[in-house]
């Protein structure tokens, strides 16, 4: 009795000290990936499906191997029942190439899963989330993302994901990050609670969270399917995924009770035709900045006159002295 009580004191501890989830949460195993894989993919009954070229080791499930033209992905197969959530991803991109290298992959929570398609090997006009970990700039304009780079995309469906543009003009919200070639273990954080998305990295091997962005007003509905995607092209990296570990967060009582099967995928600022995060040019100057300038040399100004009226008076009374 006393030794059960100390054990599952331990592993809420563990869980709350490991994860800082605060009460209420858990991990779902059905939707988590952990070594050793075998439990994991060799029964009839597994929660995931791997697609394409998707290769298993012992210590890694290779989306895409350093080989051209591949493609591959590892999808769930249980729905996402609950509203609110977390999924951690420990990932590894690298590859030989030192300048030339592509194009990343895909973190997935869509409507339609297992679709091979043009979007790092997943459908076109998909319905849902995407978390794209882009290491290649296709558009080489002066637009001024540097590469690697972690943008959020929410589709309703209807919407092209143009690959040349990196999706520019879905793009909801972005950072740069830098998780390509890393000697330590590279990790992301995806939160979704009360429709706000944010996502965090842990690349530079200090096991803490890195905020990349959060963002409010991200409708997603339940029910849709985790998955995990990428494709080479002409460029190449392999493109691994360690483990996974989804929690399911504490929702509130309203968000619990409520039918959200049939909510489209919506976000504030997606498809508006811009980037919100994209560092800008400076546009213009702003009536404040003018202002400022204006009374810093009108300042400077009077400030002079006063020093050489100051030096003037100096001189006059200096000649009187002597
Ligand atoms: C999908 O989103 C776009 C852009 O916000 C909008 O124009 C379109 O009507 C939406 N489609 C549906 C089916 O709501
Ligand atoms: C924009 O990117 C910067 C760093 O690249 C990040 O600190 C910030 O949170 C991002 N903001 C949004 C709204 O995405
Ligand atoms: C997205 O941007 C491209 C140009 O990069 C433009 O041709 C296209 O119409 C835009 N799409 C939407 C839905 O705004």
Redesign the pocket.
């Known amino acids: 009795m006393y030794s059960i009580a100390l054990i599952s004191f331990c592993f809420i501890f563990l869980i709350n000290y490991t994860f800082q989830q605060g009460q209420g949460s858990f991990e779902v195993r059905e939707h988590s990936v952990t070594r050793p894989y075998a439990s994991v993919f060799s029964t009839s009954n597994s929660n995931w499906d791997l697609t394409g070229n998707t290769i298993v080791t012992d210590k890694f499930i290779r989306l895409t191997p350093d080989v051209q033209s591949k493609a591959g992905g590892l999808w769930n197969r249980i729905p996402v029942y609950y509203p609110d959530w977390e999924m951690h991803v420990q990932f590894k991109v690298f590859g030989e190439a030192k300048t030339l290298f592509g194009d990343g992959f895909v973190i997935w929570y869509v409507r339609d899963p297992k679709i091979a398609g043009p979007v790092y090997g997943s459908k076109d006009f998909f319905q849902g989330l995407a978390i794209v970990m882009d290491t290649y700039a296709n558009r080489n304009d002066d637009y001024s993302r540097t590469f690697p780079y972690i943008s959020a995309i929410v589709n309703n469906g209807s919407l092209h994901y143009n690959h040349d543009d990196d999706g520019f003009n879905l793009t909801v919200?972005?950072?740069?990050?830098h998780f390509r070639g890393r000697d330590t273990d590279t990790l992301v954080a995806i939160r979704y609670q009360d429709n706000r998305l944010t996502v965090s990295t842990d690349t530079e091997g200090q096991n803490k969270w890195t905020?990349?962005?959060?963002?409010a007003d991200i409708n997603l509905p339940t029910h849709y399917y985790f998955g995990f995607s990428a494709a080479t092209g002409e460029l190449s990296d392999n493109h691994d995924i360690i483990s996974v570990h989804t929690y399911q967060l504490e929702s509130s009582e309203e968000r619990r009770k409520e039918d959200r099967t049939g909510i489209l995928p919506s976000a504030p600022t997606a498809n508006m035709g811009s980037d919100?995060?994209i560092?800008s040019k400076p546009k213009g100057w702003s009536v404040l900045k003018i202002f400022a300038i204006v009374a810093l040399l009108i300042i400077t100004i009077l400030v002079g006159v006063g020093i050489l009226f100051y030096m003037k008076q100096r001189r006059y009374h200096s000649s009187r002295l002597y």
């Open positions: 919200a972005s950072c740069e990050s905020e990349c962005f959060s963002i919100n995060n560092t």
